[in-house]
């Protein structure tokens, strides 16, 4: 059974692993409750997005991901991350890049003024169960 659902966080908007961290643990929650709402006894599989702006390593995801789900219904499940990358767009000539490292220089007009289109997404995209 896969179960969609977007189940996404507000407010992530800081860079700390200590604030991902906790991110973690409400998606983990919400995975929880709902496995719960719909009769899952366990879940097998766990689909993350992730956006590159938060510049957290897949191996310290799965790894927190592992302690924080003993002894839910979520333990023992696998975790698949989907990275998305990050898209800016230049507000002086509306150019569209993805930055090189943490220079947010246009390549177009060099303007340094640049908003965030995509990259800073966080949430579960589905989970599987049974
Ligand atoms: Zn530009």
Known sequence: ???????AVNGCNGRAAVHELSLI????????????????KKVTKVQLVVGEYHGVLPESLEFAFGILTEGTVCAGSELA????????????CAHEFHPDGYLYTCPIC?????????????????????
């Open 1 to 7: 059974m896969r179960l969609w659902g977007d189940i």
């Open 25 to 40: 643990q409400s998606l983990i929650n919400m995975v929880v409750k709902s496995a719960i709402e719909n009769n899952i």
């Open 110 to 130: 060099t303007a340094v003024n640049a908003e965030l289109v995509k990259g800073r997404e966080l949430y579960v995209h589905y989970y599987e169960g049974e």
């Open 81 to 92: 991350i989907e990275k998305s990358a990050l898209l800016l767009k230049c507000r002086k």
